[in-house]
DNA sequence: ACGGCTCTTGACGTTGACGTCAACGTAAAG
DNA sequence: CTTTACGTTGACGTCAACGTCAAGAGCCGT
C-alpha cells in the first residue's frame, strides 16, 4: 500500500475516488494535508479523515454536515459552554442515525417480506411448469429480523 | 387531514414537502395521481408511494435508485426470470442497507466515545470550577463496542 | 361579471458535488 | 537534457433535485 506519506494518487486509488473529488474535499476543509513545496502529502490521520468522510458520505450527508461531524471528532476540550455545546451537536447527530437505523431496519423487513412473496411465487411457477425443487437459488437464511426489540422507539 | 383524495397543496403540507417537489416527483414517476381534467387527486396508495419515496430519502437514495425499490413493492408476479430479477435485485438493496446500518452503528458507537470524553472533561471543569456533582444530564447508556484504533476502511 | 383563490404547465435559476479540460510546474528515468 | 509521468491551479461543464417566476385555466362567492 505504499509508504506514509502518501501522494494524491495513492489515497486516491486506495480510497476509491478521483484526485479531482480528494481536492474538492480540501477546498471545504474536510482534509488538511500536508504540503512539500507545491505537492500534497497525506498522513495517517489525513486518510483516517478520508475514511470518516466517506462513511458520512455513505450514509448520505452533505459534505457540510459530515466536515462538523469530523471536526468534533478531533475538537481540543475547550471550554464549559463550548463542550455543552459539542454534547448537543452529538446528540443531534445521534437522534438523526438513530433515526435512520430505523427507517433500515423498516426498509429490510419490507423488502423480506417482498421478497419471501416472490420465492413463493416463483416457487408456484417452477412447481407448475415441473421443474425439479433446486437448491434455494441463493444462500439465504431468514434471519431473525429483530434482535431484542431492544429499543422500542416510535418517532 | 381532510379527505381522500386530496389535493397537491394538502399531501404537500402533510408530507412536508413543496407542491414543486411533488410535482417533480410525479415527473420522475414516483408517483401518479389520479387526473380528474387538468387537477391532480391523491389517493391512499399515492400517500403511501410518497412516504416510502420520502423514507428512501432519508436513506440518502438518489429518485432514480427509489424508483426501482418503491416499483418492487408493486410489481406484478410476472415470470420466473422476472421474479429472479426482482429477488436479486432485492438482494443487493439489502446489501446495501445493511453495509449503512453497520456505518451507522460505527458511527454511533465513536459518537458515545466523543461524549463521553466530553463529559469527563466537563465534569473536570465544573469540579474544578466549584460546581456540584449535577445528574447525568441526559439518560444516555453505553452502548458496546470499541472500534479498533486503526484506519477502519472498508473499499 | 369580478376579484380571489387554488391549481396548472412551462421555462429558467440555483446549489452541491463533482467531471473535464487547459496550461503549466516538477521530479525521476533513460 | 529531454522525455515522461505525475502534480498543480483555475475555469468551465454537468447532473440531480429542486426553487422561482410567469402566464394562464377553473371554480367560488358576491
Not at 502529502?41 to 459534505?63: E, I, N, Q
Request: glycine share 8%; aromatic share 6%; with cysteine.
Amino acid at each position: 500500500m505504499a509508504t506514509p506519506p502518501w501522494s494524491i494518487a495513492e489515497v486516491a486509488e486506495d480510497f476509491g475516488v478521483t484526485h479531482r473529488t480528494v481536492r474538492y474535499y480540501e477546498d471545504q476543509g474536510l482534509v488538511s494535508p500536508e504540503r512539500r513545496g507545491t505537492q500534497r502529502l497525506f498522513h495517517p490521520r489525513d486518510r483516517v479523515r478520508l475514511s470518516l468522510v466517506l462513511r458520512g458520505k455513505r450514509l448520505g450527508f452533505a459534505l457540510e454536515e459530515i466536515r462538523r461531524i469530523v471536526d468534533m471528532y478531533d475538537e481540543q476540550p475547550g471550554e464549559a459552554g463550548q463542550l455543552r455545546y459539542l454534547i448537543d451537536q452529538i446528540d443531534q447527530r445521534r437522534a438523526d442515525l438513530e433515526q435512520r437505523r430505523a427507517d433500515i431496519d423498516q426498509t429490510l423487513a419490507e423488502l423480506d417480506d417482498v421478497e419471501t412473496r416472490c420465492r413463493r411465487d416463483l416457487a408456484v411457477l417452477t412447481e407448475a411448469g415441473d421443474q425439479p425443487p433446486a437448491t434455494l437459488a441463493n444462500g439465504r437464511r431468514r434471519r431473525g429480523r429483530r434482535p431484542p426489540p431492544e429499543e422500542t422507539q416510535g418517532a
